[in-house]
Structure formats: structure tokens, C-alpha cells
């Protein structure tokens, strides 16, 4: 039972600079609670829900839907509980970590039919991204045709995308916690974090060869990314690339899949700032294949934290 009203997206503060993410501001004032429908609504914004009733609104929910919001943050929260240890060995052993059937079926499902949603709904713009130009020998940035993108930014959105938006919250807070328990030091934020939806839509699209975070002034430190293209074969293509960061010709590839059967993949994370990587190029007979993937970027705690490999970026971005 439900005996208070329930914020989907109190813990969470976002970042707004859109697609090339380098500053991390708070979520906006746009905070609200849900009540379900005939429980308590005459104490609604009274003393019952903190007393800061100007700055909060109450939403009336059907039953099952604060439950609903309740399981699926669970759900993350436990995925992380039982991946931890492997993703923390993984990331400091080999700098990403893949975790097979991270949230099953039914909730991965959701939070595709969410997506789709978005993407059908016009809500997501064609996407931008950064890539090495070898004559200039410098990094632009530049239109990706056939990537549509889009940031889950909570607030009133949350109800466009309530599945996402709890997976961002709980992401972020339950595996940020668990590397700064396993440091013993508050290496990243528990609180912000930047994200971004993509769908692939066919066509040959891909992501050139990067580092998400290059330096400068951006803070992101860990990337992680959840796949959710159950349908996923080999002939629709769109591989997650890792480059071995002293050999240019050395890779290993990654599915962006999680297989209803298999349970195979879903979750890949590394550190933002030390793995290069790149797309392969997507392809999609239907909308059914088009490639979803959900970013969520954590923010390291202090600048001195991104750190940056000369000779990597010699291997791969210097010496064409
Ligand atoms: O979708 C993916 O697999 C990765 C995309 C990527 O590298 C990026 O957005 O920086
Ligand atoms: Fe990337």
C-alpha cells in the first residue's frame, strides 16, 4: 500500500547542454509527486508531503502506477547490487564491463516501447556528434544522418518516459555509490548526470572513432550505455567497437543487443575519458530493427580525475 505520495525523480539533477555534454546543471524546479488515485488527495500539498507544497506538484495516478515506479527502480537498483563487484574488477582490470540480461525482458522491452514512442512522436532530433579530422588535425563536430538523439530530462517528461526516467535516477545514484564504497572516496557524483537517447535507424549509420570525453572542460568519467534491441542478428550490423588504446588495428566487438533468450549483453559501461571506441555501421529493414541505446554519463568528482594518455591519442588520432 501506499501510504505517502512518491517522487519518481527527486533524487536526480541533470545536464542540459545538449548532445556534446560538458556542463552539468541541476534538474530544473520542475519537481512533482505522484498520489494515487483516491488515496489521501484531500491532504494533497498539506503537511503530509514535507510541507513545501509551492514548489511541488501533485500528480493523480491510476493505482498500480506509483507500484509500478517503485518496482522498476528496485529492479536497477538490484541489477546493480548483483553486478557490482564484476563491474568494478572489469572496469579497473580492463577499462569497460558488460553485464549479460542486466534488467531481463519485460522491463527492457518497456523501455524500448517508451523509446519508440519518442522517436514516433517526433520528440528526438538528428543527432551530433564529435570525430578526429586528419588533415586539419584537429576535432570537429559534425551531423549524424540516421542517428535521431534526444535527452530524458525528468520533470513533467517523466510521464512521456516514466521507465527511462527511473532507470536514469537508480542508475546513476546505485552505481556512482558503488564505486565510491568500493573506493572509499567520492570518485564520482551520485546526484548528476547527463544522458542521451539514440535510435540508429539504418542506413549505414555509425559513430566514427572517439573518446567520449577528450578533456577540457568536461567532467564525465564513466559511460554507461543500456541496449535495447531484442531482435538484434548480425546482419543489422551497429557493433560497439573497443580499441586496444596502443594498436589501432586491434579491436573487439560488442552486440548492441539483449537477446529474450540468451539474455546476452544489454549493460556495457567504461571509463569516459581513457576508451576509444567507434559504431559500426547500422542497418534496419523495419523500425523493429532499428538500434536503441540509453547513455548515461557520471560526472567524476573533481577535475584532476580525467586523466588523458598521450600515447593512446598518439595511436589512433595523431598519425593517420
Ligand atoms: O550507441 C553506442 O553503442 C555508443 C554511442 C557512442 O559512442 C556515443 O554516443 O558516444
Ligand atoms: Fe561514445
Request: charged share 25%.
Amino acid at each position: 500500500t501506499v501510504s505517502t505520495a512518491f517522487c519518481p525523480v527527486r533524487s536526480l539533477r541533470g545536464s542540459f547542454a545538449r548532445q556534446v555534454q560538458l556542463t552539468c546543471h541541476r534538474w530544473p524546479r520542475k519537481e512533482f509527486w505522484l498520489m494515487q488515485k483516491g488515496f489521501g488527495q484531500g491532504k494533497a500539498g498539506g503537511k503530509g508531503v514535507g510541507g513545501e507544497r509551492k514548489k511541488r506538484t501533485i500528480k493523480v495516478v491510476e493505482p498500480g502506477d506509483v507500484e509500478k515506479s517503485q518496482d522498476h527502480r528496485r529492479l536497477v537498483a538490484n541489477a546493480v547490487a548483483r553486478v557490482g563487484p564484476d563491474m568494478i574488477q572489469s572496469l579497473d582490470s580492463k577499462g569497460y564491463f558488460m553485464a549479460d540480461g542486466f534488467l531481463g525482458e519485460d522491463a527492457g522491452m518497456e523501455m524500448r516501447n517508451e523509446a519508440q514512442e519518442l522517436y514516433k512522436s517526433k520528440k528526438m532530433t538528428v543527432g551530433q556528434s564529435t570525430r578526429w579530422n586528419e588533415k586539419q588535425n584537429r576535432t570537429e563536430q559534425y551531423e549524424k544522418f540516421n542517428v535521431y538523439t534526444m535527452q530524458i530530462e525528468g520533470g513533467s517528461m517523466y510521464f512521456d518516459a516514466p521507465r527511462l526516467t527511473e532507470y536514469i535516477v537508480e542508475a546513476t545514484s546505485k552505481i556512482a555509490g558503488a564505486i565510491n564504497n568500493h573506493r572509499g572516496k567520492s570518485v564520482l557524483l551520485e546526484t548528476h548526470q547527463t544522458n542521451k537517447l539514440a535510435v540508429c535507424v539504418g542506413n549505414g549509420s555509425s559513430y566514427a572513432k572517439h573518446y567520449d570525453n577528450q578533456g577540457g572542460a568536461d567532467r564525465r568519467k564513466l559511460t554507461v550505455l543500456y541496449y535495447m534491441n531484442p531482435s538484434w542478428s548480425e546482419s543489422h550490423g551497429g557493433c560497439f567497437r573497443i580499441f586496444d588504446p596502443y594498436n589501432k588495428d586491434s579491436f573487439t566487438d560488442v552486440a548492441p543487443k539483449f537477446d529474450p533468450e540468451t539474455q546476452e549483453t544489454g549493460l556495457l559501461c567504461f571509463w569516459s575519458d581513457k576508451l576509444i571506441h567507434s559504431v559500426e555501421p547500422s542497418f534496419a529493414e523495419s523500425e523493429e530493427q532499428f538500434r536503441y541505446a540509453l547513455t548515461v554519463w557520471l560526472y567524476a568528482n573533481q577535475d584532476t580525475q580525467i586523466e588523458h594518455d598521450p600515447e593512446a591519442e598518439k595511436a589512433h588520432f595523431l598519425e593517420a
